[in-house]
Structures are given as structure tokens and as C-alpha cells.
């Protein structure tokens, strides 16, 4: 009998310059990390508007986590400074109006850090698997 | 408190236009009731002595009409504005972002004792209300149904302006009456209340606030730090536009990054919470980002001094993580 499992949908915003190639080093050194996770590749952590977090839950993510270079690594010197303001404020603004606080995350991984990678994404989806679905950030018009 | 009168604010006007330091001036001019005065630009003392007002219902922030008014073409010398304590902290913050030509500005202080809102006049009093007396401290109402009735100015004002923030003005080229001191508010209260709810009692708290949104963009329209030409909520491509809400959450996503467009940059003017048709809080969201700036960041007030580097725009090498910020104790 097949048994309708749920698997949750991840967005990952992962940095070109670390994460990305982070990522790439958990593939080659086959490290195994959910399927569920799709990774998006930007320029620099900081290239993340608030606004992309917001519309993929709106279009159905049930947990979004932004990766980049540690403080300090940034390839652009300060972008990950910045991120870690901005999505400071919003998470906290997010937790402020009763959204699940384990649905967003923000991870530091540089392009070393594949088993550092592997494991992030293996307990994010856990986490949001237990959350189970995102019905609070959901906009029923966008979905597909 | 020297109480301002029109007359006082005319005199100056006309003394302005006369020597020619002004050419127009931005004022509040009377509506079709006592209570809904709308802003206007008067380029003659002769319709400014005919509609101009001044009461307890002048609290439009004149401070983003500059941004229209200096940019116009082939209008000589300089706008007249009138500001309020609170008016002068978006005034700064506008300059801070290099967003009107100071030199084609000539702005007025003008103490202020705080606004009164009509809806909280309304809630007493109820509908059909006449006219309305605001010359002295015990306001008098006069309605349809129910006669004269005095109510008190301190029971009905607004509420950015029961929370006051400061009465100091911080700037001006010339200033009527005293200047005012910071005052110690207890504007976050609210926020805090809501904090210490379970995260459901926010989430039952703000679907209840923000459904009730029609996305009028009032708040949008009218803020002082909102100034980009092109909004990110004019996209057709949203997928979004022009179809009935399903569920509320687009109303959410709009006042998240409304509020966080404007975060480290709004000044707590309270406009927002003044035009909202719907009587949506919305002070509660920006002050929430006010208060977390505040204690991530160390203390800032924006529009305090120009040139001031908002917290967003900046970093230091400590600053705490994300993880840290929605997991804290004492926030």
C-alpha cells in the first residue's frame, strides 16, 4: 500500500561565492541531504530582499533558509553584515505577528563546510517536517 | 504652553509673502466638516485668510509634500511650511536622504499640544456631529441628535499624540513660541503587551487587524520615509493584483515590508495609524521594528540629527545573529 508521506517544501538562498560552493562540496563528497531542499543561487547573501522570503512562503515554501559567507568572509567585504540586520529585524518581526519562528533560518556555511551544509539542511528539514505545513504564510492565488 | 492661534500663523504668513522671502505656503485648509482639514498650498493671503485653519485637527505631516513642491518647474522662491515637533523629525530624515532642496524651503516650528482624533470623537459622541469647537481645552461637539457636548482634550487625542515622543523641534529656520524637551513615552507599552502574548494570541491578534485591510495604500502614500517613485506594490506581475484576497496573508506580506521599508528610517510619526480607514495600528509594526533597533543596536531616533547613518545601512563586526534576535528573553 503506498502511504502519501509529507515532504515539505525548503527554498535555500545560498551565496555564489561560499554556500553555493558549499553545497557543491557536500555533492561531491556525497553527503546526502533531503531532495525537498531547492537551493537558489544568489550573487551575495545580502542580495536577499525580505520580499523573496515573504513571496516564497506566499507561493507555498514551508521553510526558507538563507546560507552565506561567515562574517567576515563576505567576497564583497561587508554583504553578509548587512543580511544579518535585516533578517535579525524580520525574523523578529515574523516571530511578533505569531509565525512559526523555526521556518526561517539563517546558517553561515563557507565552501569548505559541505558536511557543515549536509547537516544544516538535514535538521531544517526536519524541523519544518515536524512544523508540517505552512498555512499561516500561504496565499492560496499563488499557489500552482 | 503659549497656545498658537491662526491669526498668529496668517500674520506670519503674510509678513513672509510681503517681503518676499516666501512665494507659497503649505497649510491645512478647512474640508467639508470642522474635523476633516486637508492639506493645501496657498500662493495668496487672500484664500489663505478665506480657508486656512488651524486647530486640534491639523495633524498631516507636511514633510513629504516638499519633495513635490521644491521639484517644481518654473516656481520661483521658497515654500512656506509650518511644522509641528513631531513634523520636524521627518523633515531631517527627508534631508538625511538628500530627498528636497533645503534652500527652496523656509519651515516654521510651531509648538504643538498634541491632535485630537475624530474617531475617538465619533466613538463618544456618535454619528451626525455639526460642528465642532477646538478653541479651548474642553472641546465642544455639537451633533445632530443629541445637542452640545464638551468632551476633554486630553480623552480624545490621537494616539501618537498621547505617546508623545518629543516636543522639541529639531529643525527649523524660525520658530513660534517655545521649543518643547524629548519626553520619556511609554509609546512601546503596546508593544511589549503584544510580546508577551503566546506566538497564537499574535498570530489570532494580527489576522484580526490586518484582514480587515482594504489595501487602500493610505498609510503607504501619506508616510514620510515611503518616498520611492516606483513602489514595489505597484507590480502587476504579483500575481496578486486585481483579485479578491483567499486568505489574508498578501495583506500581511504588504505591512511586513511596508513596515520593513521603512525600518530604521520612520520617524514614529504616526501618520500611518492617523489616515487608516480601517483603524488598523499600524504604529504597532513600526514601532516593533523602532523598539528591536533600539535594543539590538544601541538607541536611535531617526530625524534626530541630518546626516545620521540609519541602522540598516550600517553593521558593526558583533552585531547579534538572527537566531539570537528571535530567541532573546528580555526582548
Known amino acids: ?3 502519501n508521506e509529507y515532504k515539505p517544501k525548503i527554498v535555500a538562498f545560498c551565496c555564489n561565492w561560499c554556500s553555493y560552493a558549499g553545497a557543491d562540496l557536500a ?7 533531503p531532495a525537498e531542499v531547492k537551493v537558489i543561487r544568489v550573487p551575495c547573501s545580502c542580495r536577499v530582499n525580505p520580499m523573496f522570503i515573504l513571496r516564497a512562503f506566499q507561493r507555498g515554501a514551508d521553510g526558507v533558509i538563507l546560507c552565506g559567507c561567515h562574517p567576515g568572509d563576505c567576497h564583497y567585504t561587508s554583504g553578509n553584515y548587512y543580511t544579518r540586520r535585516r533578517m535579525a529585524l524580520l525574523f523578529s518581526m515574523l ?3 505569531g509565525i512559526e519562528k523555526e521556518r526561517t533560518r539563517v546558517e553561515w556555511v563557507s565552501a569548505a563546510e559541505g558536511a557543515k551544509f549536509a547537516a544544516t539542511m538535514n535538521d531544517f528539514v526536519q524541523t519544518v517536517t515536524a512544523l508540517g505545513e505552512n498555512k499561516r504564510l500561504e496565499d492560496l492565488r499563488c499557489k500552482k | 504652553m503659549q497656545k498658537i492661534t491662526r491669526d498668529a500663523l496668517i500674520e506670519k504668513a503674510q509678513t513672509l509673502l510681503d517681503s518676499g522671502v516666501v512665494t507659497r505656503v503649505l497649510g491645512w485648509k478647512k474640508g467639508d466638516f470642522d474635523y476633516d482639514v486637508t492639506p493645501a498650498l496657498f500662493t495668496d493671503i487672500e484664500s489663505m485668510k478665506k480657508d486656512f485653519v488651524f486647530g ?20 520661483e522662491g521658497k515654500v512656506l511650511v509650518f511644522l509641528k515637533s ?4 521627518s523633515f531631517n530624515q527627508l534631508l538625511t536622504e538628500h530627498r528636497f532642496d533645503r534652500e527652496k524651503v523656509y519651515a516654521v516650528g510651531i509648538p504643538c499640544d498634541g491632535m485630537v482624533d475624530v474617531n475617538k470623537i465619533k466613538a463618544i459622541v456618535g454619528d451626525g456631529i455639526v460642528s465642532i469647537d ?7 461637539v455639537e451633533t445632530l441628535y443629541d445637542g452640545v457636548k464638551e468632551l476633554n482634550k486630553a480623552d480624545i487625542l490621537l494616539e ?6 518629543s516636543r522639541k523641534h529639531v529643525a527649523y529656520d524660525e520658530l513660534m513660541g517655545e521649543d518643547g524637551e524629548v519626553i520619556d513615552s511609554n509609546r512601546f507599552d503596546e508593544v511589549e503587551k503584544l510580546e508577551k502574548m503566546s506566538a497564537d494570541e499574535r498570530f489570532a491578534f494580527w489576522q484580526n487587524e490586518l484582514s480587515r485591510c482594504i489595501r487602500c495604500n493610505a498609510c503607504r502614500d501619506v508616510c514620510p520615509a515611503c518616498t520611492c517613485e516606483k513602489c514595489v506594490f505597484n507590480n502587476p506581475n504579483s500575481g496578486v493584483e486585481n483579485k479578491a484576497a483567499a486568505n489574508s496573508f498578501e495583506e500581511q506580506m504588504f505591512h511586513i515590508i511596508r513596515a520593513f521599508h521603512v525600518a530604521g528610517r520612520c520617524t514614529d510619526c504616526g501618520e500611518c495609524s492617523r489616515v487608516c480607514p480601517q483603524h488598523i495600528p499600524l504604529h504597532l509594526l513600526n514601532r516593533k521594528f523602532i523598539k528591536d533597533i533600539n535594543s539590538f543596536y544601541g538607541d536611535y531616533q531617526a530625524g534626530e540629527t541630518v546626516g545620521s547613518r540609519a541602522p540598516l545601512t550600517n553593521f558593526t563586526k558583533e552585531d547579534l545573529e ?10
Open chain 1, 1 to 3: 500500500m503506498q502511504v
Open chain 1, 27 to 33: 555533492g561531491s563528497n556525497r553527503l546526502s541531504y
Open chain 1, 95 to 97: 516571530d511578533y505577528l
Open chain 2, 56 to 75: 486640534d485637527f491639523c495633524g498631516a505631516n507636511f514633510s513629504k509634500y516638499l519633495l513635490k513642491e521644491t521639484k517644481k518647474i518654473g516656481v
Open chain 2, 86 to 89: 513631531c513634523d520636524t523629525y
Open chain 2, 134 to 140: 477646538d478653541s479651548a481645552e474642553v472641546i465642544k
Open chain 2, 160 to 165: 501618537r499624540c498621547a505617546n508623545c515622543k
Open chain 2, 322 to 331: 538572527p537566531s539570537e534576535a528571535v530567541n532573546r528573553e528580555d526582548k
